[in-house]
């Protein structure tokens, strides 16, 4: 398939939101699981579609952008990719240091703090659009909204020699989107 498709699977206590780069798969969340095919699709790997549509860097798959193009009062978006799986989360920075978390926010997973333009940044917190919930812009834990005292989920990356990369052992590659 030419391109991804956002599957997103719910139970009462978890949920699952990723992108596939494939034409048939299955997504888990707790004991709920979801299977797809679609018929007659072009099948392209999650490698092969980064390559095509996606900013890498050099021979290292796991650069995401030199440490000056992460948004301090925004955030950027990009995606971990493992296998046929594509895990969408956002980048800021932080002085010379860079948080990132999944693109997802605790109160309904399947909505995207960041949809597309970056998300909104205030003095102290990440707000999520939908209902406002607000997050410590630190430490992305919620201190106010819907999902107070929950936490965003951390994303590991890393500065090095003036750019960040990629280094949370569940992916193999990334892309910028
Ligand atoms: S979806 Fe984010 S606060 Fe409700």
């Known amino acids: 398939m030419s391109e991804p498709v956002r599957v997103t699977v719910s139970t009462d ?6 992108r596939v780069y494939d034409d048939a798969g299955r997504v888990d969340a707790g004991s709920a699981s979801f299977s797809f095919s679609f018929d007659g699709a072009e099948s392209s790997t999650a490698t092969e579609s980064a390559a095509a549509g996606g900013q890498q860097s050099g021979d ?8 000056s193009e992460v948004p301090i009062n925004g955030t950027m978006r990009c995606e971990g990719l493992a296998d046929d799986r594509g895990t969408e989360f956002i980048l800021r920075r932080e002085g010379d240091a860079v948080v990132a978390w999944r693109n997802s926010c605790p109160h309904k997973p399947e ?28 430490d992305g834990q919620c201190s106010s909204g819907p999902c107070q005292g929950a936490a965003l989920a951390p994303i590991e990356v890393s500065v090095e020699d003036g750019d960040v990369y990629l280094t949370d052992d569940r992916f193999d590659a990334c892309c910028v989107f």
Not at 13 to 18: F, N, W
Not at 60 to 67: E, F, M, Q, R
């Open 13 to 18: 206590d978890e949920t699952e939101s990723v």
């Open 111 to 138: 909505v995207r703090l960041d949809p597309g333009h970056g998300a909104l940044v205030t003095d102290k917190h990440l707000v999520c659009h939908e209902h406002g919930a607000r997050f410590v812009r630190g």
């Open 60 to 67: 290292d798959p796991t650069h995401v952008a030199p440490l």
